[in-house]
């Protein structure tokens, strides 16, 4: 039919032309075909006449691309609504994080991945207080790779144990790699809580409450807050002890030591209590506490409260203070 149609032929749709050799039902069925996809068009009279096949296809498609079209904007204003909300979004999470400035991170892995991504940015320097004993492998410690590029970037890294870890052979050798890029290693009697500082921008501390099964951390980005946790770090810093110390010096170590667990005994803290505050083995606490109970020639805790009033050891310590500087001495603040 579409043949007979091109040839010039005008096409009666109720009559099929005897040439043609077409049924009318055939013919009539043929006519819908080639009148939906617009290859014929109905003259004014009713009758039929041929369209070119590129101009049926414009005709026939011209719906279809104004629906795409339609469509695409659509589209299209749905992505410009959906990011300026998204960045509205940004920008609150963003002001979000300067104003509180913490955000709490839970799970070994997650805070493992969370400080190798912060040694991965951290450009300079690491500062740390690394409690020791049964802590000394927690969940405050890199993967090895990002362990090992701290040196291999030449990061400057001070690092500040507690007297204990001095029995630690290892720690020994890391403070020779340590020195090599200008840092150090350093031990003290003062009891402390973990702490990581990078750059000091960003800051660790551990949120473990008592019992609690799931570790973590808050990450503090608060320009003040890691600051005061800085100064915090150089106090503790400037009166520790080299962890290269000689030998004739290592008495001071050993007296710092009791006398750190000495001010404990006396705020009511059990031995369990010391010995993690001051992160050592439970057995040698007690043997230090043995060692001190002898010293005061006494046989319990409460006459040896009673020896150190009358003695006055750790009233000198806090004329000591004062003198130094620190008149205010609060509980509070």
Not at 84 to 98: D, K, P, T, V
Not at 148 to 163: A, D, K, N, P, V
Not at 262 to 278: H, V
Request: neutral net charge; charged residues 25%; contains cysteine.
């Amino acid at each position: 039919m579409y043949e007979f149609a091109v040839l010039g032929n005008r096409i009666d749709a109720d009559c099929p032309p005897p040439e043609v050799g077409i049924s009318r039902s055939d013919w009539a069925h043929a006519c819908e075909s080639l009148l939906r996809r617009r290859l014929l068009s109905r003259a004014d009279d009713g009758d039929l006449t041929a369209v070119h096949p590129e101009i049926a296809l414009s005709i026939l498609n011209a719906p279809l691309s104004d629906e795409i079209r339609q469509r695409e904007e659509a589209m299209a204003t749905n992505g410009r609504v959906i990011q300026s909300i998204s960045r509205r979004l940004a920008q609150l999470a963003e002001n979000g994080r300067q104003r509180d400035g913490v955000r709490v991170v839970r799970g070994e892995q997650a805070l493992r991945d969370e400080i190798d991504a912060a040694i991965l940015r951290c450009t300079t320097e690491i500062h740390s207080l690394r409690p020791g004993g049964r802590r000394s492998q927690d969940h405050f410690s890199a993967s090895a790779t990002s362990a090992s590029s701290i040196f291999e970037r030449g990061l400057r890294c001070q690092f500040l144990y507690h007297h204990t870890a001095r029995s630690n052979l290892g720690l020994v050798a890391r403070a020779k790699a340590v020195a090599e890029h200008g840092g150090g290693i350093r031990t003290t009697a003062a009891s402390f809580e973990r702490l990581v500082i990078f750059d000091r921008k960003l800051a660790f501390i551990p949120v473990d409450g008592p019992g609690a099964a799931d570790r973590g951390a808050a990450v503090i980005s608060d320009e003040l807050v890691v600051e005061y946790l800085y100064r915090t770090f150089v106090h503790l810093w400037a009166n520790a002890v080299p962890l290269e110390l000689p030998e004739d010096q290592m008495d001071e170590v050993s007296l710092d030591t009791r006398m750190a667990i000495l001010r404990l005994m006396s705020a009511g803290l059990k031995d369990e209590a010391i010995a993690n505050r001051l992160g050592m083995a439970l057995r040698t606490c007690r043997r230090h506490i043995s060692s001190i109970l002898k010293g005061l020639n006494v046989s319990s805790r409460f006459q040896a409260g009673i020896k150190i009033a009358q003695l006055g050891i750790l009233t000198d310590e806090v004329i000591d203070s004062e003198q130094s500087g620190r008149t205010d001495i609060s509980p509070l603040w």
